[in-house]
């Protein structure tokens, strides 16, 4: 059996990519599940899905804790979540990430993949969703399923349109994805890799003390919908923005209304009166350029990208 755990955060679509690649297994006649970890999941909160693949019945109904493959389709989780937590003695882990595969190289792992699946995902999709992107550099990495068939999972998903954009993404990221075998690696090699200390790091990043908003929960007025404390800033979701709002002082009244709409509370007033952004808590929904009566937000595209 193979097992396939997902990290992605709400609204990239980690779901979608367990249930196609499932669906496309099912069209080549094997048992396949897919399902995702129900969790208070919301647009930005880390969410993981589950996919596996069997010659025969599946009988088991547990998550997957001991995974084959791990994929990660935004590298802003390696300091939220220990996405390699669980992952089998040679087994094989996919990023989407600008860095080469040697980056996330581990002395567990029988092989690393990485793709800048969020440059496919926006140069294609127009939306800095990559979970089909990520599909490519999965059916590239496992022979588990015929990218013929994932193909045709997505055609049956979506509409034409929509569909013929997700496939030329998956093409481009099948023929891009840089993989890198431990059976390829030389003594030399395993001293320059760096996975193992990024992990490190990113488990040390993950200890960051909770940003302090200046008030408690229970001290805002009447009306407000927070149903738990401290649940925006125990996740620095700044990390894996792909479009930035810029204020233009000129135009701003200082309503504070972004303050208000922003769902990651990221705005501070400044003693000037000026609402600035924590780029460290905004994840570029653009909801704040939407609110902004006056059109004093807009949105640029992140050029620093992971
Ligand atoms: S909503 Fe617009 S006008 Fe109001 S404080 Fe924010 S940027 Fe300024
Ligand atoms: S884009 Fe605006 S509303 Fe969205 S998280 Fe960033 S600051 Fe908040």
Redesign the pocket.
């Known amino acids: 059996m193979l097992e396939i755990r997902i990290h992605g955060r709400g609204g990239q679509g980690a779901v979608t990519s367990a249930e196609l690649f499932a669906q496309a297994a099912i069209m080549e006649g094997k048992y396949a599940q897919a399902f995702p970890s129900f969790g208070p999941e919301r647009r930005g909160a880390p969410v993981v899905a589950f996919c596996r693949i069997d010659e025969r019945p599946i009988r088991l109904r547990t998550n997957i804790n001991e995974p084959d493959i791990v994929m990660v389709l935004d590298p802003s989780l390696l300091q939220v979540v220990d996405v390699t937590a669980g992952l089998v003695e040679q087994g094989i882990l996919i990023i989407n990430s600008r860095k080469g595969p040697h980056h996330f190289m581990m002395k567990k792992l029988a092989g690393a993949a990485s793709i800048d699946a969020a440059r496919i995902a926006l140069d294609i999709l127009k939306r800095p969703i990559t979970n089909t992107v990520m599909l490519g550099a999965l059916v590239r990495i496992t022979a588990a399923v015929e990218v013929e068939s994932l193909i045709e999972a997505i055609r049956q998903r979506f509409d034409a349109e929509n569909a013929a954009l997700n496939v030329q993404a998956l093409q481009k990221a099948f023929t891009e994805t840089l993989i890198l075998y431990s059976d390829d690696c030389t003594p030399a090699d395993w001293d320059s890799f760096a996975g193992t200390a990024n992990i490190a790091a990113a488990a040390a990043a993950r200890g960051k003390p909770a940003l302090d908003y200046g008030f408690r929960w229970n001290e805002l007025k009447p009306g407000c919908v927070i149903t738990e404390a401290g649940n925006a800033s125990s996740f620095r979701t700044g990390d894996w923005r792909s479009f930035r709002p810029v ?2 002082k000129e ?9 208000v ?1 922003c769902p990651d509370m990221a ?1 501070r007033e400044n003693p000037e009166g ?2 600035i952004v924590d780029l460290d808590y905004c994840k570029g929904c653009g909801i ?1 350029a939407q ?7 807009h949105l640029e595209k992140e050029v620093e990208m992971v």
């Open positions: 204020l233009n135009r701003c009244i200082r309503c504070g209304l972004c303050w709409f705005y000026y609402y704040c609110e902004c009566p006056v059109g004093a937000i």
